[in-house]
């Protein structure tokens, strides 16, 4: 929630007075992909982990921008959505969801690239004992 406030909300709202509409869309994507850089470059080593992977800091750089651009493509979207809602309660949702499969998909990824066969996917909730930075769910 804090991100869309700040973003969609605060931000939008300055940006827009000064700049206007469209360049308040690439400034807020722009900002809220530079906001992601150091998260994902100082998590990286702990991505890096899996089977076959350096975690090398060329490796981290590339990581981090890519991130930095997807996460930038998200915020024009989340953007979008907060001009045609009025609100930022709908980017707020939009970008709940997105975590949340972003989070699904990577503890996927990590199963298998650690060895978890396809058979497994569904019997396996808890990845933490792989992943010390995520917290334990409960195991079935």
Do not use: C
């Not at 509409?21 to 998260?39: E, M, N, S, Y």
């Not at 991505?47 to 024009?76: D, E, I, P, Y």
């Not at 045609?84 to 690239?113: C, E, F, I, K």
């Amino acid at each position: 929630l804090f991100e869309e406030v700040a973003f969609r909300g605060v931000l939008d709202a300055i940006w827009r007075l000064r700049r206007g509409k469209r360049a308040t869309r690439l400034a807020t994507a722009a900002a809220f992909g530079a906001w992601h850089i150091l998260p994902t470059y100082l998590f990286y080593p702990e991505m890096g982990a899996a089977r076959g992977s350096s975690g090398s800091s060329g490796v981290r750089v590339m990581a981090a921008l890519s991130g930095a651009v997807l996460t930038g493509l998200s915020g024009f979207g989340f953007t979008a959505l907060r001009e045609r809602s009025g609100s930022v309660a709908a980017p707020w949702m939009a970008h709940a969801v997105v975590n949340t499969v972003s989070y699904l998909a990577a503890r996927r990824a990590w199963s298998v690239a650690n060895g978890a066969g396809l058979s497994d996917l569904g019997s396996r909730l808890d990845v933490s004992d792989e992943l010390p930075v995520w917290r334990p769910v409960a195991r079935v």
